[in-house]
């Protein structure tokens, strides 16, 4: 089956300790990306992967590091989280957009992150 | 500033009525547009899209309606039925390798 599997669905943590979400995908995607959802707001992009080892910032950077190491892995990692980054958090991925080649991103069940 | 704009916030429709969520946008160079519904505790998920050399495109009950002079985008759900009940995003892309950049989402309630 084709999917998107991010790990934790929920996780709770307070100010300054470092976590890491995981998100992998079976699909071959080249194009990952990892948005943040808050209400009034909708889904803004972080950070984005157009393949391995090329990643560049989206709209909300600050505070956020990834890494693509591998095609199916795309993690998230909070160095040093604080209140302001609570929110609900998406994996997405896709093949890379293109004229002719527009194509849907398939997205992650999301992680509910409280930071205390 | 933001670039797609869903200006309804939430919408509520009898069951087997027509459901209209409008979608604007801003930026002349978005050439791809498409729907997204989401159910609570869920990701995601691709609804429809639509090029921007088309004006109309259709899958089954959904069809989306683009007006590019007007910069407006619009999904019609016909008929709307209970299950159809969840947050719809519109979102937009423009060429290349680019980010979707998503409104803010209409929660849609269809009342049985």
């Known amino acids: 089956e084709a999917q998107v599997t991010q790990n934790p669905r929920y996780l709770i943590t307070v100010t300054g300790k470092k976590l890491t979400v995981t998100c992998s995908q079976n699909?071959?995607?080249?194009?990952m990306s990892w948005y943040r959802q808050d209400p009034g707001l909708g889904l803004r992009q972080i950070y984005y992967s157009m393949n391995v080892e090329v990643t560049d910032k989206g709209d909300v950077p600050e505070g956020y590091k990834v890494s693509r190491k591998e095609k199916r892995n795309f993690p998230l990692i909070l160095e040093s989280p604080s209140p302001n980054q609570t929110s609900l958090y998406f994996c997405?991925?896709?093949?890379?957009?293109?004229?002719?080649?527009?194509?849907?991103?398939?997205f992650g069940q999301g992680t509910r992150l409280t930071v205390v | 500033d933001q670039q797609v704009k869903q200006n309804s916030p939430s919408l509520s429709v009898q069951e087997g009525r027509i459901s209209i969520l409008n979608c604007d946008y801003t930026?002349?160079?978005?050439?791809?547009f498409l729907w997204y519904k989401k159910y609570p505790a869920e990701g995601p998920t691709f609804l429809i899209s639509?090029?921007?050399?088309?004006d109309k495109n259709e899958d089954g009950r959904f069809t989306v309606f683009l007006n590019k002079s007007a910069k407006h985008l619009s999904l019609h759900i016909v008929p709307s039925q209970p299950g159809d009940s969840a947050v719809y995003f519109c979102?937009?892309?423009?060429?290349?390798?680019?980010?979707?950049?998503f409104g803010a989402g209409t929660i849609l309630r269809v009342k049985s």
């Open positions: 639509i090029s921007s050399i088309k």
């Open positions: 979102a937009a892309s423009a060429g290349y390798g680019n980010k979707l950049v």
């Open positions: 930026n002349s160079m978005f050439d791809y």
């Open positions: 997405a991925s896709s093949f890379i957009p293109s004229r002719g080649r527009n194509t849907e991103a398939f």
């Open positions: 699909m071959n995607h080249e194009y």
